[in-house]
Every structure is written in structure tokens, then in C-alpha cells.
């Protein structure tokens, strides 16, 4: 089997110290050669020309495969394929094509007039263009719009029958759950990787809290855990070998991609993917 690859989110800077973290964080998991680094949208596409600015200079400039994140909010058809164009011209080869949230304040997504109604109808508008590679979400905890308890496996079949490439997952904490979830997917008929989303716990009382608004289940010995380890000022080693134990089930279990939520902090990512043995071996000097 080859050497597991990896891969990393980022989200675009709103402010000028924003900036700084976003490039410091860029710098220091560029040296872990990931196969490729996507940037996100803001709720409600809020920070659409942010994205598109991160995308072109993190290409550019940091030489990385760059995939841009699409979404169906708040613009017409033609206003998102133009965005989808804006970024070919750029060089950008993959998007993440997503439904994306509502708009803040909104309690549920409604589509644009003019605009696509859900992620399947965006994928199939790009795979028609023949221009990307394009990956969509997958949910291996029930998203909270979910009609039933099949429905994310039904929608993710449909998004990759439109023409998705592969899928990355909402970020859980236990592998079973991801395993469950690809078995699933298998017997839908399901054939496209499913990469495991990852979320290292940079902060435990916000990592509930978004956990909650997405539908991931924590583990409830986690609470405690973190109770301690907080108390005692441990809790990146405890997140470090939390995230490093989930990684290293995954790739026993076949998983060979693994992609980091990286919330623009560098620390706990660089050291789970030290610790899985995943970093490119830089300390050797190469012989003449």
C-alpha cells in the first residue's frame, strides 16, 4: 500500500492579525507536503471574495494544490459558475462543492431565485464544465437536517452520481463511527473514496459547542478527560494523542487520506501527523 497522504482546511483571514495566523499556519504545515490545502466559504458566503483572494494567493504564491470551496447561497446560477470560471482561469483543478449554511440569522437554507437548490444540482452544473476535480460532504453522525436515518447516505449517493470525485466527512471521534458510516455507503452502492475528516480539539468548550450545531457525537468520557487534563494543564497532550489514536484506527482500517480542520492553528494538526509518522523526513541531508 502506498504512504497515507494528507490534507488540510483553512478558513480566510477577516482582519489583518487574521492574516498573520492564516500565513503563520500556511508556513508551517506546508512542510508536510500535503497533497492538497482547501480554503473555505463563511456562512452564508460571506466571505466569498476572501476565499477566492486565499485561494489564488496560497496557490500562487505558497506553490500548493489548492481546492476552493462552492456554494449554492445567495447567488444565482450564473453568479456561482462564474465564480467556478474565475477560479479555472486561476488554475484552481478541485472544489468542494457544498449546499453550505444559511446565512446568519436564518434558521434554514433557502435557495436563491435564481440559484441552485442543493448540492447535487451544483455538482453536476461543475462536472458538466469537465474542469474539476469536485469533491462534496459526507456526514457520518446524522446532520440535523436529516429527514431519516438513511438520508445522508441517500444524498451522498446523489451528489456523487452527479459527478462528485470523492467525499470528505464532517469531523467525528471515534473511528467506529466513520467505519459504520463507509460500510454503509459500500452496500448504497457507493463506490468514490470517502476521506475522513479530522478535527484535533484546540479548545474543548467551543469543540462542543460545534460539535452540537453539526450533529457529531463526542464521546461522554470526554468530559471528564478534558475536565483533568485542563485542570492540569495538559490538554494539548491529551488532544494530541485523542486525535493520533483515531488516526491510527482509520488507517489500520484502511483509510488512506486523512484531512485536517485546522481552524488556522497549526499545533495540535502538525503534531498528530509527526506522531502518526506521516511528516516527510527532513532531518537527513540528502548525499551528493
Not at 489564488?56 to 481546492?67: K, R
Not at 497532550?237 to 482500517?253: N, R
Request: proline letters at 6%.
Amino acid at each position: 500500500m502506498s504512504q497515507p497522504t494528507i490534507s488540510f482546511e483553512f478558513f480566510p483571514p477577516q482582519s489583518l492579525e487574521a492574516s498573520f495566523r492564516l500565513w503563520d499556519t500556511v508556513s508551517t504545515l506546508a512542510h508536510l507536503d500535503p497533497a492538497f490545502v482547501s480554503v473555505t466559504y463563511g456562512a452564508g458566503g460571506t466571505t466569498r471574495k476572501l476565499t477566492h483572494e486565499a485561494v489564488e494567493t496560497l496557490g500562487t504564491h505558497m506553490g500548493l494544490d489548492v481546492a476552493a470551496h462552492l456554494t449554492c447561497v445567495d447567488a444565482s446560477r450564473e453568479e456561482t459558475l462564474e465564480i467556478a470560471e474565475s477560479y479555472a482561469k486561476s488554475g484552481v483543478k478541485r472544489i468542494v462543492a457544498l449546499r453550505g449554511d444559511p446565512p446568519k440569522g436564518a434558521q434554514s437554507f433557502s435557495a436563491h431565485p435564481d440559484g441552485f437548490t442543493d448540492a447535487p444540482e451544483l455538482v453536476a452544473a461543475l462536472a458538466e464544465t469537465g474542469q474539476f476535480e469536485i469533491t462534496v460532504g459526507a456526514y457520518p453522525d446524522r446532520h440535523p437536517e436529516a429527514a431519516h436515518a438513511n438520508a445522508d447516505i441517500d444524498w451522498l449517493k446523489r451528489k456523487i452520481d452527479a459527478g462528485a470525485t470523492n467525499a470528505i466527512t464532517q469531523f467525528f471521534f471515534e473511528a467506529e463511527t466513520f467505519l459504520r458510516f463507509r460500510d454503509a455507503c459500500t452496500k448504497a452502492g457507493i463506490t468514490a473514496e470517502i476521506i475522513p475528516g479530522i478535527l484535533p480539539i484546540e479548545n474543548w468548550s467551543g469543540t462542543r459547542r460545534f460539535a452540537k450545531r453539526c450533529g457529531a457525537r463526542i464521546p461522554p468520557t470526554f468530559s471528564a478527560m478534558f475536565e483533568t487534563a485542563e485542570r492540569d494543564g495538559r490538554s494539548d497532550l491529551l488532544s494530541t494523542a485523542i486525535c493520533t489514536e483515531l488516526c491510527t484506527d482509520l488507517l489500520e482500517e484502511g483509510a488512506n487520506h486523512l484531512h485536517f480542520y485546522t481552524l488556522n492553528k497549526p499545533g495540535l494538526t502538525r503534531d498528530v501527523v509527526h506522531a502518526l509518522g506521516l511528516a516527510p523526513d527532513t532531518t537527513l541531508e540528502k548525499v551528493a
